[in-house]
């Protein structure tokens, strides 16, 4: 075992202004973990040098990374044909046997889902995509509609890599504050992007600036077509830029079988995390899958 050990940093808040997980933007910080963390030395070398350079980005619709991230011609290029007509993507479906908001899966199998909410700099996104896949995982991607509209490319990746792709609104306000209305035209406006790009609205849909779904907010995304909202038991904290061994621990220490871990796209730390806790998880004898799969 190694001890990794963080300088002390000040809190550097999302740059949206509010995390997904605490809808008033006042989040407690974790004090600094000072025990140890599995050896991932070269897994963590692979994420940073992956992450040099980058911004966080996450889940504002003007952050952009500073220099482009170094992606494999594989995660830019995944279909083996790229002339031949994509097929429709999954729609929704209803597990009876899940409640209509789901936080996690069954505790009787060794699986976990691995949830991103999909925003800021592209390039990112596709290297955290590439890590995964080199790990043999599958994730589910929760799209911003406005991100969607700016880099339409994205969804087909995401559904060639073998990932789950869904809906987290329009343009990620605090939707359980809104009108109902209001909330139909943002979850509404996402799911018409996603059926453009890829011919469903998505398998899921994830409320923005809040875990769990008000109960107008969860009628309103039955009426559009999504029989469940996803939320998760694990939150890695990523948002917050704790340093990639923070994320690590935050992960690792609150993951068990059927675990929904949230986590977000455009943020070097995690980059940097991503592989090492890929290989924990295997370790463990956990896999890596999509929402889907891991409640069929």
């Given at each position: 075992?190694?001890?990794?050990i963080?300088?002390a ?11 997904d997980?605490?809808?008033?933007g ?27 350079g ?15 991230v ?10 083996a044909n ?23 899966g069954?505790?009787d ?28 995982a599958?994730v589910?991607?929760l ?8 880099h ?30 209001d909330?139909e035209?943002?979850?509404r ?10 011919g ?5 849909f ?9 109960a ?11 029989p ?11 948002y ?9 621990r935050?992960?690792i ?17 995690t ?10 998880l ?5 896999r890596?899958?999509t ?6």
């Amino acid at each position: 075992m190694v001890r990794v050990i963080t300088p002390a940093r000040p809190p550097q808040p999302s740059l949206d202004g509010s995390p997904d997980g605490s809808p008033d933007g006042n989040v407690a910080r974790a004090a600094p973990d000072p025990h140890t963390v599995p050896d991932r030395r070269a897994a963590l070398r692979s994420g940073v040098a992956l992450a040099a350079g980058t911004l966080a980005a996450g889940c504002s619709t003007t952050g952009v990374a500073a220099h482009p991230v170094a992606v494999s011609r594989t995660a830019l290029s995944p279909s083996a044909n790229p002339a031949a007509k994509p097929a429709a993507a999954p729609a929704p479906r209803r597990f009876p046997q899940q409640p209509a908001q789901i936080t996690h899966g069954p505790r009787d199998r060794p699986r976990v889902a691995l949830t991103f909410h999909g925003q800021g700099d592209p390039a990112v996104a596709k290297a955290l995509l590439g890590e995964a896949e080199k790990a043999g995982a599958r994730v589910t991607v929760l799209a911003v509609g406005s991100w969607l509209d700016e880099h339409p490319d994205i969804a087909r990746r995401i559904l060639d890599g073998g990932h789950d792709l869904g809906n987290h609104t329009l343009r990620h306000l605090a939707i359980n504050a809104m009108s109902e209305a209001d909330a139909e035209a943002e979850i509404r406006g996402c799911a018409d992007r996603l059926r453009r790009l890829t011919g469903s609205i998505g398998t899921w849909f994830r409320p923005s600036r809040t875990p769990t779904a008000s109960a107008l907010v969860a009628g309103v995304a039955r009426r559009v077509g999504y029989p469940h909202v996803l939320s998760y038991d694990v939150d890695s904290l990523d948002y917050t830029s704790p340093g990639a061994p923070a994320v690590i621990r935050q992960v690792i220490g609150g993951v068990r079988d059927g675990s929904v871990v949230s986590l977000h796209f455009g943020y070097a730390d995690t980059v940097a995390a991503l592989p090492a806790v890929l290989e924990e998880l295997g370790r463990r004898g956990l896999r890596a899958v999509t929402t889907t799969e891991l409640l069929s």
